[in-house]
């Protein structure tokens, strides 16, 4: 499949709340990612998250893609879709699976039933299971381990992380852009998708938590021993900040962003405390003077409570205690001023701003904190089209020598 | 101090999930019904699924024999939620029968208990068939004499053969919200805080609401001294600030301890004068009608009425007045006043990039509402 040239690119899609993202990369033969354009329009139908009009949203992503193809001068057939909103919903699961009182040798088979069992779990009316993703296999005796095939136990147990959305709203997403003749090839859950552009395997190992602070909403994803351990979404954001200082300084939305992009802080340091920033006339808006301090103490009590909401999901969550990962911040948010020392006194643990992983190719991903969805879709999108294809050549090869091997050792 | 709104029916568990919307502090709220997807989908902080075992969750079908057996089975429950309940609203519609079933046995256990009791009740549309007609009167008329009872008369309906659907639900909508400021004022005042309707937008303020809070401002005496601040910012804050001003100048009035007699010219004067001068309200046409005192306690009951002699509603000046335990009280009627409502979860919202998204709940606060606002309140 890697050298089919027209199923190597891959495409991933976000349509955010501000702007609808595009990011084309081609996957070559080695498994190895080349970026080869990036393209964005802005999206004003888009509401934490969610499509508030169809057409509208439709044509924003059309240009996108125009876009996306005139910069990359490819074809784009196909997309990975990110999938975000207030609406989705996330917990954990764990299944069992008798092998019998002699116990069994466990098979690929188990494990194929276990995901079907989970797949088959009730959810709430309306909902759909949008990812099922695998935590850890356990044995009879407690013994956790990633790839259990080959051992033996009575009993088989495996924990899952799964998240479900309303079914008519993904519906509604992938409806728009299915519309405009684009195959959606996979979705991704949008912080998921975040953490694979952000997190190094030994990252996701360590434990880290990734917080991406949309322009709708602001999701958030811990990784612990290597996978996901717990996701979440709260339908706050940017704009949230924006309307805040919008009703405090009582100006209209369009002007509040711009206050909030020149001087929005939320470090009150001394050299700001007593200054004020003016807002320049323009069209029908007259000279306005803003105290440094309204503004930091606004956009403050909003960012904190957005940080204390989130501290006290993960508080709830068992493994939080012993947690010693880092916490990464991203999105168009994570730009505001001061907002790292805001959380890591709000977590009260080392927070960074996150970098996207480096790609191959003339087109740098650095700087682009917005961007890491999209550039993680096309991770995501890496890692499907392995698995489809059975990871290569070389992965191949690797397998059946290991299948070999264990035979070897059996008799 | 414990308040509790009670969502009885579905369409009393309509009006709570509005007023949950609009509220900044929607505390206390339960949903109570015999069907499971009303009770599931509700914002409320409890929900109570009447007898799910009786009628699977599918609720009684206008029976009301039904509604009895089920609210009878969920007795204890019941009682259970008047613990610690220091003031009690029910909300709910007199058409269906589990919600003015529940309503009604409710409100008798609270009086019973003495708790302060209020119900917000709409009457049957005139299209319901005569016997739901009846039902809801013997509803009204079953209600203990110690509840306040409000009814507010659902939205005229469009005569036209074919009526349009989208303008039926738009009403309804508005009287919901309508309904739903209602809830939120008397809450606010039930704790002692009157708020703006629309807190820091331009947005024009239902004339029902400001109606509300100017009739009920007086009626809990032991939060005055926060009513003080509160009113005349709640008034001023919703575009009126005349009667802000008169407001202010009459609370202070009550304040220093006026005469009784001085005190009910003033209130009638600010009832008459608070709206601007084009505006046509039945109430104030009623105001003039009778005696401040008596609709004081139409409306508000002889338990929450600081006036110490209650006086019946029907009294002839020449009969002596009957004993005030057993002076069955009427409810009163609020017609819709004329003009557009504009409910404050719209007008609000209007402008803003959360218009057309439904709001952002988290343990029971509307996180679209400003943070720094929502902070210096609590």
Request: charge should be negative; hydrophobic fraction near 40%.
């Amino acid at each position: 499949m890697f050298g089919n040239k027209s199923r190597s690119v891959l495409v991933g899609l976000e349509a955010g709340t501000s702007k609808i993202k595009v990011a084309v990369a081609e996957l070559n033969a080695r498994g190895a990612l080349t970026l080869l354009g990036v393209a964005e329009s802005p999206s004003t139908h888009i509401r934490k998250c969610e499509i508030t009009d169809f057409e509208m949203t439709q044509k924003a992503i059309h240009q996108a893609i125009l876009d996306a193809e005139e910069k990359t001068d490819v074809s784009i057939g196909e997309v990975y879709l990110a999938i975000s909103g207030a609406h989705i919903r996330s917990f954990q699961s764990r299944l069992a699976l008798d092998l019998g009182r002699e116990g069994a040798m466990i098979e690929q088979g188990h494990l194929r039933e276990l995901r079907e069992l989970v797949r088959q779990q009730a959810l709430p009316q309306g909902q759909i299971l949008l990812h099922d993703l695998l935590q850890t296999y356990i044995l009879d005796d407690g013994t956790a381990t990633a790839n259990p095939v080959g051992l033996f136990s009575r009993r088989l147990m495996a924990d899952y992380h799964l998240v479900s959305g309303i079914a008519t709203r993904l519906q509604t997403t992938v409806h728009c852009v299915k519309e405009l003749s684009l195959r959606v090839k996979a979705y991704a859950l949008s912080s998921y998708a975040t953490a694979q552009a952000l997190l190094s395997p030994e990252q996701k190992s360590f434990g880290s938590v990734v917080i991406n602070c949309g322009a709708g909403i602001t999701d958030y994803i811990v990784y612990r021993n290597g996978f996901v351990a717990h996701s979440g979404t709260l339908g706050v954001g940017g704009d949230h900040l924006t309307n805040d200082l919008a009703v405090a300084v009582k100006i209209p939305f369009p002007r509040a962003e711009e206050l909030k992009k020149t001087h929005g802080t939320v470090d009150l340091r001394e050299d700001v405390a007593h200054r004020r920033v003016g807002l320049m006339a323009g069209g029908s808006y007259e000279q306005q003077f803003v105290p440094m301090s309204l503004i930091v103490e606004v956009l403050q009590a909003r960012q904190a409570e957005i940080f204390e909401i989130i501290r006290e999901n993960l508080e709830d969550q068992p493994f939080w205690e012993g947690f010693s990962g880092r916490i990464f911040l991203t999105g168009g948010g994570s730009q505001l001023d001061g907002i790292q020392k805001l959380a890591t006194k709000i977590f009260d643990r080392p927070v960074e701003a996150a970098k996207p992983l480096a790609f191959e190719g003339e087109v740098s991903c650095e700087g682009r904190q917005g961007w890491t969805t999209v550039l993680g879709l096309l991770r995501y999108g890496r890692i499907v089209e392995m698995q489809e294809s059975g990871g290569g050549r070389w992965d191949r090869i690797g397998r059946s020598l290991s299948r070999f091997l264990s035979r070897i050792r059996l008799f | 101090m414990s308040v509790r709104i009670v969502g009885a029916g579905a369409a009393g568990i309509n009006v709570v999930d509005e007023w949950i919307l609009l509220s900044d502090c929607p505390t206390g709220s339960l949903a109570c019904d015999g069907e499971a997807s009303s009770v599931d989908g509700s914002l409320a902080s409890q929900k109570l699924l009447l007898a799910p075992d009786i009628t699977g969750g599918l609720g009684c079908f206008g029976s009301r024999d039904l509604a009895w057996r089920m609210v009878g089975q969920e007795n204890q429950q019941l009682e259970e939620l008047l613990k610690d309940c220091s003031r009690l609203l029910i909300v709910t519609g007199l058409a269906g029968a589990t919600g003015a079933t529940v309503a009604e046995v409710l409100s008798l256990k609270a009086v019973e208990r003495e708790i302060p009791t209020t119900v917000f009740a709409f009457p049957p549309f005139p299209f319901e068939t005569e016997e739901r007609q009846e039902a809801a009167e013997a509803t009204r008329d079953a209600l203990p004499a110690e509840a306040s009872l409000f009814l507010f008369p659902p939205p005229p309906l469009s005569e036209e053969p074919i009526p349009d659907v989208a303008a039926v639900r738009r009403g309804l909508r508005a009287f919901q919200s309508a309904l739903a400021q209602w809830v939120d004022v008397w809450s606010g005042m039930a704790r002692g805080v009157v708020l703006p309707a629309n807190p820091g937008a331009e947005a024009e303020s239902s004339r029902f609401t400001v109606a509300g809070v100017i009739e009920d401002c007086h009626v809990f005496s032991e939060a005055r001294a926060r009513l003080d601040l509160s009113l005349p910012g709640f008034l001023e804050g919703s575009g009126f600030r005349q009667a802000a001003e008169k407001a202010d100048r009459c609370l202070a009035y009550i304040e220093a301890g006026g005469e009784d007699s001085g005190w009910k010219e003033e209130l009638g004067e600010r009832l008459r004068e608070f709206l601007p001068k084009r505006t046509r309200l039945d109430l104030l046409r009623r105001t003039e009608a009778r005696p401040t005192e008596t609709r004081l306690l139409l409306l508000v009951g002889r338990a929450a009425s600081r006036h110490p002699t209650p006086v019946c509603p029907e009294r002839d000046e020449e009969r002596p007045a009957p004993e005030p335990a057993r002076i069955p009280l009427r409810p009163c009627v609020f017609p819709e006043p004329e003009g557009r409502l504009v409910p404050a979860s719209q007008a609000s919202q209007d402008g803003t990039p959360f218009a057309k998204t439904a709001a952002t709940l988290h343990k029971g606060q509307n996180l679209d509402i400003p943070a720094f606002r929502r902070r210096s309140r609590s």
